[in-house]
């Protein structure tokens, strides 16, 4: 399945927050208004992931919340179930 897809079935969208290159950043927005950055870049032959839940105070001013995932490297056929297994499913 296509990487947009199943970032789709938990409720993540293609971001513009950014550009990364060889990466792909999509956002949630979560009901009580914290978003989620989720990153997937391609390293060569493995896939980097890092996610973070951010709170935008006012324009322009973001603050970070908790540790999120950093640099989770994965090989390109894992990539998939370890995002069914780690994204939360959205609840409205």
Do not use: W
């Not at 513009?16 to 208004?33: C, P, T, V, W």
């Not at 980097?48 to 994965?74: K, T």
């Amino acid at each position: 399945m296509k990487l947009t897809n199943v970032v789709a079935l938990h409720g993540f969208t293609p971001s513009h927050f950014a550009e990364i290159e060889n990466a792909k950043l999509y956002s949630r927005q979560n009901s009580d208004g914290i978003t989620e950055l989720l990153c997937v870049q391609k390293i060569g032959k493995v896939m980097r992931v890092d996610r973070i839940s951010i709170l935008e105070l006012a324009p322009g001013i973001i603050l970070p919340l908790g540790n999120g995932i950093s640099n989770q490297v994965l090989g390109r056929d894992e990539v998939e179930g370890y995002l069914n297994k780690t994204l939360a499913p959205v609840t409205v």
